[in-house]
């Protein structure tokens, strides 16, 4: 998928956020090595602190929707096995260009090895990729336990 129809993807879901708070409605699509594309919102709460990003609501997505052994058997004590690998994730704010995941974001994209991001242009409205570790340098990771 191009990174601008990965980006199309996330504008559509930044559609569906609940951000009744902030009113900045955030979108992500996420881009598998299947070839899956899974897609996520921001959701906030009254008790403000509990805002789900929508990075990490696709995150959620992509775990529950997958087809992965059952987590017991990936317990290795060292690097996660079996686990979804993003080839990258796209990301768009409706209020703003471009948008950038969250610190905490980044770790949760990271977890999965991430290989790049894509966000939009403030002026062209194109997308920009970026590789991860641009975004996130000397990265702890599954892979360092
Ligand atoms: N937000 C995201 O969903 N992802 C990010 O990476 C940046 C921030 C949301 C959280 C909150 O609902 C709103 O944007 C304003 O911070």
């Known amino acids: 998928m191009s990174p601008e129809a990965l980006l199309d993807k996330a504008r559509e879901a930044a559609s569906h956020a609940y951000a009744p708070y902030s009113q900045f409605p955030v979108g992500c699509a996420l881009l598998l ?3 899956r594309v899974v897609t996520g919102c921001n959701v906030e709460n009254a ?3 509990l ?3 929508a990075e990490r609501g696709a995150v959620s997505r992509m775990i529950i929707d997958g087809d992965r052994e059952p987590a017991s058997s990936d317990a290795t004590g060292a690097a996660a096995t079996g686990r979804p690998r993003i080839v990258a994730a796209a990301i768009a704010g409706l209020k703003a260009a471009p948008c950038y995941p969250c610190g905490a974001c980044r770790q949760v994209l990271h977890e999965f ?3 790049r991001i894509v966000v939009e242009n403030n002026e062209t409205k194109k ?3 970026i590789d991860f570790a641009e975004i996130l ?3 702890f990771g599954p892979n360092d336990l």
Do not use: R
Request: a negative charge; glycine letters at 12%.
């Open 137 to 139: 340098p000397h990265a």
């Open 127 to 129: 997308p920009v990729v």
């Open 33 to 35: 090595d299947d070839g």
């Open 113 to 115: 090895d991430c290989e």
């Open 51 to 53: 805002t789900m990003c």
């Open 47 to 49: 008790s403000y602190g």
